[in-house]
């Protein structure tokens, strides 16, 4: 049986992420540009649905967190679909960052000096004080991917897309740690490869 394809789409931009603040669990909205990029990349899966499945209607899913919502109801708009015409999966929440969501990198390191450092050799394995390890996430992500029965809209995160990488074979822990995830794009991921759209 091939493998589900996946076009996966990291929610649009928020306030914490134009000030560089890790957000994690915490439900931050999209601000006006992550609003903006959620009706653009509607525009660009509308073109690579009528390419890739013109005659099947894909399942939609996204994490429960709002920023991923309110981005899949606004992609879902601009595809004239029903905005609330979408699955949720606990398992495509963000990585948590514990004590330290809401910070910068440098409110982390001063907040926490040791255990900051120890992550920078290990941030696959280490967690954030009181959150949750890449390697964690990675095992949740796996277990999404094995449940899927067919081609699937997903709109989650920075994190559960590195860790998803990993879990597919696609990245190294090593090369996905510090992998750069876009907004206003859409990733498509299919037999061993995966290709960014924007």
């Known amino acids: 049986m091939p493998q589900p394809v996946i076009y996966y789409i990291r929610h649009g931009e928020t306030e914490w992420n134009a000030l560089g603040r890790f957000q994690g669990s915490q439900d931050i909205p999209l601000n006006d540009l992550g609003r903006r990029q959620a009706v653009a990349v509607g525009a660009i899966l509308r073109d690579l649905l009528n390419r890739d499945a013109p005659d099947g209607a894909l399942p939609f899913v996204a994490s429960p967190l709002g920023r991923a919502r309110q981005t899949m109801e606004l992609l879902r708009g601009a595809l004239e679909l029903p905005p609330h015409g979408y699955a949720v999966d606990h398992r495509l929440r963000e ?14 390191q001063a907040a926490d000096p040791e255990l900051f450092s120890a992550r920078l050799i290990d941030k696959w394995g280490l967690p954030a004080p009181g959150g949750e390890s890449y390697a964690t996430v990675t095992a949740r992500m796996r277990d999404w991917y094995r449940s ?4 699937t809209v997903a ?5 559960t897309l590195r860790a998803l990488l990993v879990a597919l074979g696609l990245k190294t822990p090593d090369d996905a740690a510090d992998l750069f995830i876009e907004q206003g794009v859409v ?10 759209h924007g």
Do not use: F
């Not at 990585?95 to 982390?108: H, N, Q, V």
């Not at 899927?148 to 081609?151: E, H, I, Q, V």
């Not at 990733?187 to 960014?196: A, F, M, Q």
């Open 148 to 151: 899927l029965t067919g081609d």
């Open 155 to 159: 709109v989650a995160h920075g994190g």
């Open 95 to 108: 990585i948590g960052y514990g004590r330290w969501e809401g910070s910068t990198l440098s409110e982390m």
């Open 187 to 196: 990733y498509v991921l299919s037999e061993g490869t995966w290709l960014k």
